[in-house]
Nanobody, 128 residues
Framework: QVQLVESGGGLVQPGGSLTLSCQAS???????????IGWFRQAPGREREGIAV?????????YADSVKGRFTVSRDNANNMTVHLHMNGLKPDDTARYLC?????????????????WGQGTQVTVSS
């Protein structure tokens, strides 16, 4: 059973930084399968937005324009099944519930429908 658990959310001032983590487990992959871990966010009244993804296939990454240059997604050096989202230059507009998602794919899609497994999310609030 695939499980994804997010952590690291909280309250941060505008311009501040925060790192979220996603602990993934339960992926059963053949020698030909690869997976991707994506980060999505959803704010009240807004559609869910894919913002960052990292591929296990070639470690490539992909970012939404809204976070490009400010957010970085990476794998934990000690635990390959943990993915971090480093968020810098946070703005009030970044306030949302952040969820990680997993998919058995080779690409770096930011489309919600590409992902089969979802965590519960962690809240990030950017406010002074």
């Amino acid at each position: 059973q695939v499980q994804l658990v997010e952590s690291g959310g909280g309250l941060v001032q505008p311009g501040g930084s925060l790192t979220l983590s996603c602990q993934a487990s339960g992926f059963i992959l053949s020698s030909l399968d690869y997976y991707a871990i994506g980060w999505f966010r959803q704010a009240p009244g807004r559609e869910r937005e894919g913002i960052a993804v990292i591929s296990d296939f070639d470690r490539s990454t992909n970012y939404a324009d809204s976070v490009k240059g400010r957010f970085t997604v990476s794998r934990d050096n000690a635990n390959n099944m943990t993915v971090h989202l480093h968020m810098n230059g946070l703005k009030p507009d970044d306030t949302a519930r952040y969820l990680c998602a997993g998919a058995v794919i080779r690409g770096t899609s930011l489309r919600e429908d590409a992902y089969d497994y979802w965590g519960q999310g962690t809240q990030v609030t950017v406010s002074s």
